[in-house]
C-alpha cells in the first residue's frame, strides 16, 4: 500500500514561500497593472524574478538538464495552484502561457541550433513567444481541418494562412506556426510546426481579438489574441520544429501537462473567490441576519468546498498517473478534469459574485474578471463537449452489448437464474412453510 496524500516537508516549505511570496509582492501589482504597461510591468517583475532564480523555482517545468528542477507533474501541480491565485504570478515564475508550453516543445523537439537560438533566451525571458494554431474559418475543435499551408520551396518553406487567438501574439518575437505540410497523408499526420520569427516578411499580425476577458480594444499587452495572416511566409529549412508531419503529436505532448496545470491555476482562483465569498458571508446583513445564516450561501459554501476538493483530488491524481505512467494512460483523467475543472471554476466565482451582489459585478473587486475569464476556460484546450466526447468514448470501450440483447441486470432474469441456482434451498423453504 503506497496511498499518501501528504507533501513531503521541503516541498511544503517552498509551497508556503510561495504563498507568502504571490500575495505579499504580486498581488499589490495586480491593481496597478494597466497603469504600470508592458514595460513598467517587466520592471516591476525583474527583481522578482530574480529571487524565484535564487529560490531555484524559476521555469520548473522543464527537465534539470534545461535548467528546470524535473520536479514531475504533481509537484508542479501543487505550485500551479499558488500561482493561479494572480495572472501575474507565472511570469515572476518563469513558466507563463504560452512560453511555458513553448518551451516545453522546444526542449522535446528542438535541435540542438533551435535550442540556443530559440529556447535559451525564452527561458531567460529575453523573447516571448505565441503558438498559432486556431483558424478563423475552420473549427479549433477538429484541427485536422486545418487550412493553413506549408509548401516546400527549395531548401526551405513557403507559408500561406489565416490563424487567430494566438494568444501573446502582438507581443511574441516568435510564432510557432502550425501548418499542414502533407496533405494526402492520413490526417494526423498532415501537419507541422515551424519556428517563425514575427518580423519575417508575409507575417501580418492584424489585431488583438477583443474578447469577454479584454472587452476594449488594445494592441500589445500581455494576453492579446491576436489575429494574424501568413501571406507567402518564407522560412528556412531549419524552421521546423520536430519531423515533418509530427505537428499533432507535438501539440498533444504540449497540452496533457498544460492542461494540469491550468486545472491546478484554476483552483487558485477558484480559492481566491471563495475566500470572498466567505468573508462577505460573515457582515453583509439582510433580512434579519448575516448572509452565513441563510441556507442557501451555506449550501454554495458547502457545494464550493467539496466541488473544489474534488477537482482538486482528480487532478492530482491525473498528475500522478502522469509521473507514475506516462503522458499516454494520463489521457482520460486529464479530459475528465478539463471539464470538470473549469465548471468547478466557474460555478465558484458565480457564486461568489452572487454573495457580493451589487459589488460582485462592479470592477471595484476582482470577481468580474475572475468571471469573464473562466468563461474561456470551457473553450481554450479543447472546449468541454470534446473532452466529455473523449472520456465517453474512452469508458465505453469497456461495454459490449448484452449477448442475448437483455440488460445485463435484468432482475426477472437474473431471478429465474438465481431461482434454478438456489433451488435446493429454496425447494427446503417452502417444504418448511
Ligand atoms: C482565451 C483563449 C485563448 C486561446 N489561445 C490560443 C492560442 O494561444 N493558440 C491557438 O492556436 N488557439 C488558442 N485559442 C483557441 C482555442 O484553442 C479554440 O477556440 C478551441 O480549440 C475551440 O475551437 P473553435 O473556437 O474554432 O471552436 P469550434 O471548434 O468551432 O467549436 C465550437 C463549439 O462547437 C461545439 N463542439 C465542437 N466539437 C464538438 C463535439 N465533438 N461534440 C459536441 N460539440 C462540439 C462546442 O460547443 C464548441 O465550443 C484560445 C481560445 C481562447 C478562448
Known amino acids: ?29 495586480e491593481t496597478i497593472w494597466p497603469e504600470l504597461g508592458l514595460e513598467g510591468l517587466d ?21 534539470p538538464e534545461l535548467g528546470g528542477q524535473g520536479m514531475g507533474q504533481v509537484r508542479l501541480g501543487l505550485m500551479h495552484e499558488v500561482l493561479g491565485t494572480s495572472p501575474i504570478a507565472p ?43 486556431t483558424e478563423p474559418h475552420t473549427s479549433g475543435s477538429d484541427p485536422t481541418q486545418l487550412q493553413t499551408r506549408a509548401v516546400r520551396d527549395g531548401d526551405g518553406w513557403v507559408i500561406d494562412g489565416h490563424k487567430w487567438f494566438s494568444s501573446n501574439g502582438s507581443i511574441a518575437d516568435f510564432l510557432i506556426v502550425m501548418a499542414v505540410s502533407s496533405p494526402e497523408a492520413r490526417p494526423s ?40 495572416t501568413y501571406n507567402s511566409v518564407r522560412v528556412p529549412g531549419e524552421a521546423l520544429l520536430g519531423g515533418e508531419g509530427e505537428g499533432f503529436v507535438l501539440a498533444q505532448q504540449r497540452l496533457g501537462p498544460g492542461r494540469i496545470h491550468h486545472c491546478m491555476r484554476w483552483l487558485g482562483v477558484a480559492r481566491r473567490a471563495f475566500d470572498m465569498m ?17 441556507q442557501t450561501v451555506q449550501n454554495w459554501i458547502a457545494d464550493s468546498a467539496a466541488e473544489m ?32 475543472g473549469a465548471k468547478v471554476l466557474h460555478d465558484v466565482v458565480d457564486r461568489a459574485l452572487q454573495v457580493h451582489g451589487s459589488l460582485g459585478y462592479s470592477t471595484d473587486l476582482p470577481l468580474e474578471q475572475m468571471y469573464r475569464s473562466a468563461r474561456a476556460a470551457r473553450i481554450y484546450d479543447g472546449p468541454d463537449e470534446v473532452h466529455r466526447q473523449s472520456v465517453a468514448r474512452h469508458i465505453l470501450h469497456g461495454y459490449q452489448p448484452p449477448l442475448d440483447g437483455v440488460p445485463s441486470e435484468h432482475l426477472p432474469t437474473r431471478r429465474e437464474q438465481a431461482r434454478e441456482r438456489f433451488a435446493h434451498i429454496l425447494d427446503a423453504v417452502t417444504a418448511n412453510d
Request: glycine share 6%; with cysteine; net charge negative.
Open 1 to 29: 500500500m503506497s496511498w499518501d496524500f501528504s507533501t513531503d516537508p521541503d516541498y511544503q516549505e517552498q509551497l508556503e514561500w510561495m504563498a507568502e511570496f504571490v500575495r505579499r509582492e504580486i498581488w499589490p501589482l
Open 43 to 63: 520592471k516591476a517583475i525583474a527583481p522578482l524574478q530574480d529571487q524565484v532564480k535564487a529560490r531555484g523555482l524559476w521555469a520548473t517545468h522543464l527537465p
Open 91 to 133: 511570469l515572476a515564475f518563469g513558466n507563463a502561457a504560452p512560453d511555458s508550453g513553448n518551451s516545453e516543445i522546444l526542449a522535446m523537439a528542438g535541435t540542438p541550433e533551435q535550442k540556443e537560438r530559440w529556447l535559451t533566451p525564452l527561458l531567460a525571458g529575453d523573447l516571448r513567444s505565441a503558438f498559432s494554431m
Open 189 to 228: 499526420q498532415r501537419a507541422s510546426m515551424f519556428i517563425v520569427p514575427v518580423e519575417t516578411p508575409g507575417v501580418e499580425i492584424l489585431r488583438d481579438v477583443p474578447t469577454m476577458e479584454h472587452p476594449w480594444e488594445q494592441f500589445g499587452g500581455y494576453g492579446g489574441h491576436s489575429e494574424i
Open 278 to 294: 466567505c468573508e462577505r458571508a460573515t457582515y453583509r446583513y439582510a433580512h434579519g441576519s448575516v448572509l452565513a445564516q441563510k
Open 309 to 340: 476538493q474534488a477537482a482538486r483530488l482528480m487532478t492530482l491524481h491525473a498528475a500522478w498517473v502522469m509521473d507514475s505512467e506516462g503522458a499516454r494512460a494520463a489521457r482520460t483523467d486529464v479530459a475528465l478534469i478539463k471539464f470538470y
